[in-house]
């Protein structure tokens, strides 16, 4: 079983910055892919990023290309997502998840967090 908890979250005026956390418990966190998600207000869940076990190989969508990073670290069994130059339609809770591949979809995920709120305003 893998517990996942999202901290970082706040409210952050466009062009702003936000760095988000997922702290990981139990086993095995170094051999899972893991990613971010986000829901904005009246809307379906999307992909952000993912990122590798190893940290080699990243995927973002393309609304975030440049302005987000994910990374993580397995020794603190915590993946991270630095938001720059954030934009008021990133405004959403934000969601981390352990998965078996770098995909998008969300049928690659099984264990969730319960998510963090960002909000940006213009």
């Known amino acids: 079983q893998v517990q996942l908890v999202e901290s970082g979250g706040g409210s952050v005026q466009a062009g702003g910055s936000l760095r988000l956390s997922c702290a990981a418990s139990g086993p095995l966190f170094s051999t899972y892919s893991m990613g971010w998600f986000r829901q904005a207000p009246g809307k379906e869940r999307e992909f952000v990023a993912t990122i590798s076990w190893s940290g080699s190989s990243t995927l973002y969508t393309e609304s975030v290309k440049g302005r987000f990073t994910i990374s993580r670290d397995n020794a603190k069994k915590t993946v991270y997502l630095q938001m720059n130059s954030l934009k008021p339609e990133d405004t959403a809770v934000y969601y981390c998840?352990?998965?078996?591949?770098?995909?998008?979809?969300?049928?690659?995920?099984?264990?969730w967090g319960q998510g963090t709120q960002v909000t940006v305003s213009s």
């Open positions: 998840a352990s998965g078996s591949a770098v995909r998008a979809a969300e049928r690659w995920y099984t264990y």
